[in-house]
Nanobody, 118 residues
């Protein structure tokens, strides 16, 4: 399984970004996909995720109401739409995949840096 995140960049507070995670090498209809982030000097934390089959989503509290995880069945790609960004959202964002857990992932992609300026 290979995962490649993209779409990071510099954005002002209040702005939006959409991250993409291109997935390959697996039958992703069986997978749960997640987005995680690691801010400077902090540990990695769960942001949100989606079950490929059925599309059920889960979110960490900081993401609720601002971030949306979605998928494109045809490609396959998972997206993280981030709105109303705050400086504290600044982090390296990673996408990850698991066969049987929303939070404990077996496969990880390289991260993409999101910087939110105040």
């Amino acid at each position: 399984v290979q995962l490649q995140a993209s779409g990071g960049g510099l954005v002002q507070a209040g702005g939006s970004l959409r991250l993409s995670c291109a997935a390959s090498g697996g039958i992703f209809s069986n997978y749960r996909m997640g987005w995680f982030r690691q801010a400077p000097g902090k540990g990695r934390e769960f942001v949100g995720g989606i079950r490929w089959s059925g599309g059920r989503t889960v979110y960490a509290d900081p993401a609720k109401g601002r971030f949306t995880v979605s998928r494109d069945d045809a490609k396959p790609i998972v997206y993280l739409q981030m709105n109303s960004l705050k400086p504290e959202d600044t982090a390296v964002y990673y996408c990850a995949a698991s066969v049987d857990s929303d939070y404990e992932m077996e496969y990880w992609g390289k991260g993409t840096l999101v910087t939110v300026s105040s």
